[in-house]
């Protein structure tokens, strides 16, 4: 193969892998995919999973206890930017998804994973800090709850799966 043949098959090589690299990293900036609802893990090539215990967020709520229908609002702080992130809140008992978030910061949106509004994600990749939801309890009893987030720092860094405490239903015997 002649030198113009080499230089046109790599130039359009590195085309087609610039191309690709771009559309991919471009479809998680708009929010996690549905393929993360079960697991809380993005789908991002070659990410660095780090340990939930050496992370920078919290994930916390005023209410010690909530019962059937209560509005919880939920604080999500870090000392660190970060682009992405997942939140649900989960049933103890057996780690289902319960319960719909009804406030949202700027930044973010509803996904639906198992039922309407479930599950929070963001909505760009703009840098984020500290934020702030409202999560209303499903109106019958489903016992009690933790909230989870995983946290995108980056394209290739992220933690899954910080846990709040337990938020105890009110009421229960």
Known sequence: MEDGGRARTAAVGWACTTLCLVSYATA??????LSA??????????VQLHSSNTNYVTVHTNMSFYFPGDKVPVTVRSTRDYMGFMLQARKVSN????????????????????EDG????????????????????PDQPIGDIKFFISIVQ???VYWA???????AQGGQN
């Open 28 to 33: 998680f900036s708009q929010g996690a995919s």
């Open 37 to 46: 609802c079960t697991d809380m893990m993005p789908r991002h090539l070659r």
């Open 95 to 114: 780690n289902e998804i319960a319960g719909t978030f009804i406030f949202l910061p700027p930044g973010s949106k509803l996904l639906t994973c198992f």
């Open 118 to 137: 479930d599950t929070v994600t963001h909505s760009d990749k703009s840098l984020k800090r500290n934020l702030s939801f409202v999560w209303k309890a």
């Open 154 to 156: 980056s394209y290739f």
């Open 161 to 167: 799966k910080i846990e709040s405490a337990v938020v």
